[in-house]
T-cell receptor, first 111, second 114 residues
Framework: GENVEQHPSTLSVQEGDSAVIKCTYS??????FPWYKQELGKRPQLIID?????GEKKDQRIAVTLNKTAKHFSLHITETQPEDSAVYFCAASTGGFKTIFGAGTRLFVKA | GAVVSQHPSWVICKSGTSVKIECRSLDFQATTMFWYRQFPKQSLMLMAT?????????EQGVEKDKFLINHASLTLSTLTVTSAHPEDSSFYICSAREGGQGQFFGPGTRLTVL
């Protein structure tokens, strides 16, 4: 069945450094790739998304890249801040009803 | 922006009782809502897809008689955990789609079954 793998499971960076989270998906029909940030005890929040007709998208300090051939997509956070500490989930959707989530990456930004 | 509410936010119940959780889209109509379960430090596990006016589609391994879903209107879906047991204790989150493919999540309901 469909699967989304996410790495690393835990990431610790120094404030100001960059953080990169990588995901791969199995369903070649996937055409929409959102990223969610979830703080402890709170709801997941959509932070950025990318569609399959685009290779890269940027929004201030965060950017996503997509390699359709390799079925890889990545989240890049630059100039990390302590408030970026959270769990980040990647996901893949085929445009139907189902969205498959990765296992999550726990990001720690040390001040 | 799209806002999804969920009620209650936290519930404690005795084993054997039923618990109803409501999910509402406050400023948009959602023909499709999703129910997820999340265990501590784990990802979101899709339980079922709820479509307004029709029966919910359950994921493999999710008992439809245990987790009753009703999508009565374009802004309300309910999840009822019937005859709850301690193993049903979890964080239940709903989400709704606003036209496109993006989902907006409710704040979640923490269920503790004693």
């Amino acid at each position: 069945g469909e699967n989304v793998e996410q790495h690393p499971s835990t990431l610790s960076v120094q404030e100001g450094d960059s953080a990169v989270i990588k995901c791969t998906y199995s369903d070649s029909a996937s055409n929409y790739f959102p990223w969610y940030k979830q703080e402890l005890g709170k709801r997941p929040q959509l932070i950025i998304d990318i569609r399959s007709n685009v290779g890269e998208k940027k929004d201030q300090r965060i950017a996503v890249t997509l390699n359709k051939t390799a079925k890889h997509f990545s989240l890049h956070i630059t100039e990390t801040q302590p408030e970026d500490s959270a769990v980040y989930f990647c996901a893949a959707s085929t445009g139907g009803f189902k969205t498959i989530f990765g296992a999550g990456t726990r990001l720690f930004v040390k001040a | 922006g799209a806002v999804v509410s969920q009620h209650p936010s936290w519930v404690i119940c005795k084993s054997g009782t039923s618990v109803k959780i409501e999910c509402r889209s406050l400023d948009f109509q959602a023909t499709t809502m999703f129910w997820y379960r999340q265990f501590p430090k784990q990802s979101l596990m899709l339980m079922a897809t709820s479509n307004e006016g029709s029966k919910a589609t359950y994921e493999q391994g999710v008992e439809k008689d245990k987790f009753l879903i009703n999508h009565a209107s374009l802004t309300l879906s309910t999840l009822t955990v019937t005859s709850a047991h301690p193993e049903d204790s979890s964080f239940y989150i709903c989400s709704a789609r606003e036209g496109g493919q993006g989902q907006f999540f409710g704040p979640g309901t923490r269920l503790t079954v004693l």
